[in-house]
């Protein structure tokens, strides 16, 4: 089987010392994600966070939104252009996956509802419940616990999609339309390290912000890598 191309659109650039010095950024965690599975993929990133976005859906054979610190329910300089992209995608029926900013921004896109959440930050790890199945999904596992990392949250799915899974704290957490969009509120692409560090570093930012309740779970067992595998099924389906 030849590589899938997948195009990731990265909609942050962490310029911390803490945080974006430390670490690798989004889309290298998502290359480290996939590459730990058999099937090989040819990778490009778009850096949306500038202004980039794919001038042609056939550029990939899929794409991927990351996560961001930004907030969907402000205007960005890349926001115009990533709806109208994500509208795209749904048009043509691209395969497309977005996760934590990327779930959002795709939900609010083909017109779904995303509110800031009642009960201010969700971090730690939690674990998603999933109520629906698709051909992709291949497992037997109902529940897969992930890092999570939001104050947004999606409110109302958009016309046509359907809900997958939720966590305790954030009732739509995965939903996906046909078989073409794929999402989820959680960070499979996390590792412990990276947690840990985005967690100490809001401390710092935000006095609001209580670390010790999320930095209790920082071991807690996920499984990350089992949505990727479900993210790969989804990926070869579109080829």
């Keep these: 089987m030849r590589r899938i191309k997948l195009g990731i659109l990265q909609t942050n650039h962490d310029k911390s010392v803490e945080v974006g010095d430390a670490y690798p950024d989004d889309a290298h965690r998502f290359r480290d994600l996939f ?8 990778y490009k990133v778009y850096m949306t966070i500038g202004g980039e976005v794919p001038k042609s859906l056939d550029e990939q ?14 205007t960005h ?35 779904g509802t995303v509110k800031k959440s ?5 971090v730690g790890v939690e674990k998603t ?17 992930m890092y999570v990392f939001h104050e947004d949250e999606v409110t109302h799915l958009p016309e046509g999609a359907k809900l997958l899974g939720s966590t305790p704290n954030c009732k739509i957490a995965s939903f996906s339309k046909g078989n073409h969009i794929f999402t989820t509120q959680a960070h499979p692409e996390f590792t412990p390290e990276f947690m840990t560090s985005v967690i100490s570093y809001t401390a ?11 930095l209790s779970q920082i071991n807690d067992p996920t499984e990350g890598h089992v949505y990727a595998t479900w993210c790969t099924e989804f990926f070869k389906g579109g080829l």
């Design 204 to 214: 710092q930012k935000v006095p609001s912000f209580d670390p010790r309740p999320a």
């Design 129 to 145: 419940h999933f109520f629906e199945k698709n051909l992709w999904m291949k497992s037997n596992k109902q529940e897969l616990p």
């Design 35 to 42: 590459d730990a599975h058999e099937i090989r993929f040819e």
């Design 61 to 74: 054979d899929a794409f991927l939104i990351t996560g961001s610190p930004l907030s969907v329910l402000d």
């Design 77 to 111: 300089i890349f926001t115009k252009d990533l709806v109208a992209f994500v509208r795209a995608c749904d048009n043509a029926k691209k395969p497309l996956i977005g996760a934590c900013f990327g779930h959002q921004i795709i939900a609010d896109a083909l017109g």
């Design 118 to 122: 009642k009960n201010g930050y969700n």
